[in-house]
């Protein structure tokens, strides 16, 4: 049954089996009347005469209530609105929808009401509830009756019309509340003008629940100071509602409260697209995200020194101005398993300051791990055009990049704690398709690939060519005309033919006519030596374990 029909029914029921009950028009029309004293309760089919809403029943009390949804009528007597079914409606406080109305005084008496009633303040009526201050929804009284409107979602606009914050739950500096509920069947759409802060503030408010829409505002759609096992249900989106007139700096805004005074064992579900900032998180850890950040001008999600400890299970971010996951001075996050990421859009970095951040799966564009950030693990994640990784202690495994059909073109471990390393350097386990190399210079290689593009090492009779100390195995194959190739285990100054297709090859400096051998030079280096009467092309790969 919809609320006009129940009031409408309690109207004709009061009517029907209690002979001391009264309808009236409206408020007005009580207020006009002289009632019988033997008139215990009467009805009104509306607040104002010119609207169809905001009727209510009242029952005669000997003094005026505490809160101000009451009626004297003319002979003195007080009638005191009772809920309906539980609730209470912003109505039959007096508010409306109508163009240049200000609802602050109704709002701020039906919210009143239901923390004097213990009754739900719930918006039956849709369309746009202006109001020209806070609408303070919350105090150091610690109340917070279960707030909700009547949907589909934005069906209900909640238009701040002054200055600073539009919607708060405040409980201030020092006090801690809990429990309370803001939108459940409906989601309403909060939205404000050049001069709103904040579309919601929430400080020092625990174990609630709300569900928003966040329109124009200044700085963010929704604020949060010391919130502890909340869940935040937070969509601001230019794709979903009219266009922004006053875009928020930040869709959402997480910060400390004081010194020490973080959110924590929250759920987070943030929608942001198309504005400014997605989400700046400078207090929230330990709690878990879901969501989506696309298409805003500046970062997708910025966390910094206060954050930590987060959990992000399947949030597409992607496609934003900056960088879409910035972790600036966040530590012991787990970015994990990002769906959607497009490797032509999708940015990761790991700033300085940033400790023990792991990313699990996800394909990005580019992935930077900045000096200064320490011990970052990334696990089975790819990248399409670039990899650095200045960091500390930074771990890999399965580490891929993709060619440009999004196959894997080579997969790359560093289990090590060596610093400043790249994807060419350090201790690494190399599966996969190889990719070719130049030939041996100063460096290993991983791998020199076959004689398909790439240059041979050219050495002329009687000569040699450097290969890098170290110990490890090295595949030679010599194209010009003998077609040979032979496998060494070269160490600590000592070679090994480990095997050979041909009889060309051997552990000496100077290989007989015809002949080609590797050995140590016995200063620094192993080497090629070309035993041939004439100049020869070879080919090789060579792993160093050590």
């Known amino acids: 049954m919809s609320v006009r029909r129940f009031i409408a029914a309690a109207a004709l029921l009061c009517a029907a089996v209690n002979p001391a009950c009264a309808q009236y028009a409206d408020v007005a029309a009580v207020q006009a009347a002289t009632i019988a004293s033997s008139v215990a309760q009467i009805t009104t089919r509306s607040y104002f005469a010119a609207f ?12 005026a209530p505490s809160h101000a949804l009451y009626i004297q009528s003319a002979d003195g007597a007080y009638w005191e609105l009772l809920p309906a079914n539980g ?32 009754a739900q303040l719930y918006f039956e009526t849709p369309g746009i509830y202006r109001h020209s201050a806070t609408w303070a929804l919350g105090s150091s009284a610690c109340i917070i009756p279960n707030i909700d409107f009547v949907g589909p979602d934005n069906a209900v606009s909640i238009l701040h019309t002054g200055t600073g914050v539009n919607v708060s739950l405040d409980a201030g500096t020092t006090a801690r509340c809990y429990g309370g509920q803001i939108g459940q069947t409906g989601r309403p759409l909060l939205t404000g003008n050049a001069n709103t802060i904040d579309n919601l503030l929430v400080r020092s408010y625990h174990h609630l629940n709300v569900r928003v829409f966040a329109g124009d505002s200044t700085s963010s759609g929704a604020h949060v100071q010391f919130s502890v096992l909340s869940n935040f249900d937070i969509k601001a989106s230019a794709n979903a509602r009219p ?204 791998n020199a690939g076959t004689t398909s ?31 040979t190739t032979a496998l060494f285990m070269v160490s600590g100054g000592s070679a090994f033919l480990v095997a050979e297709v041909g009889t060309h090859w051997s552990v000496t400096t100077a290989p007989a006519s015809g002949n080609f051998g590797i050995a140590f030079d016995g200063v620094s280096n192993y080497r090629i030596y070309n035993g041939a009467g004439a100049t020869r092309n070879f080919f090789t790969t060579s792993f160093r374990v050590n």
């Not at 409606?89 to 007096?94: D, E, K, R, V, Y």
């Not at 005084?105 to 009633?117: G, K, M, P």
Request: glycine share 16%; aromatic share 8%.
């Open 243 to 446: 266009a922004y007139v006053t875009k928020p700096a930040y869709g959402a805004l997480f910060e400390l409260r004081g010194p020490g005074e973080f959110s924590s064992g929250n759920r987070v579900h943030a929608v942001i697209e198309g504005l400014t900032h997605g989400v700046r998180n400078d207090g929230l850890q330990a709690s878990t995200w879901t969501g989506s950040i696309e298409g805003n001008s500046g970062y997708g999600y910025l966390g910094t020194g206060n954050a930590g400890r987060n959990i992000f299970q399947n949030v597409d971010n992607e496609a934003n101005g900056s960088t879409d996951w910035s972790f600036a001075g966040e530590d012991d996050s787990w970015l994990q398993m990002p769906i959607g990421i497009s490797p032509v859009t999708a940015s990761l970095n790991i700033g300085a300051g940033s400790d023990r951040i792991k990313v699990s799966k996800g394909i990005f564009y580019n992935i930077n791990v900045n000096s200064g950030a320490t011990r970052a693990e990334l696990e089975g994640v790819g990248y399409s055009n670039s990899f650095v990784d200045d960091g500390t202690d930074t771990t890999w495994k399965n580490l891929y990049s993709l060619s440009g059909t999004g196959a894997a073109t080579f997969m790359v471990d560093r289990l090590g704690t060596a610093a400043a390393a790249s994807i060419v350097t350090g201790d690494l386990t190399v599966t996969g398709k190889m990719v070719n190399q130049a030939p041996l210079t100063s460096a290993w290689t991983l």
């Open 453 to 483: 593009g790439v240059s041979p090492i050219s050495i002329a009779a009687g000569g040699n060519a450097p290969i890098a100390t170290g110990e490890g195995m090295i595949v030679v194959y010599e194209g010009t005309t003998s077609g």
């Open 52 to 63: 169809s809403y905001g009727g209510g029943t009242y029952n005669r009390v000997a003094s």
């Open 87 to 118: 609730k209470v409606f912003p109505t039959q406080a007096g508010a409306n929808t109508a163009s240049g109305t200000d609802n602050q005084s109704a709002l701020d008496n039906a919210y009143a009401y239901a923390v004097a009633r213990g």
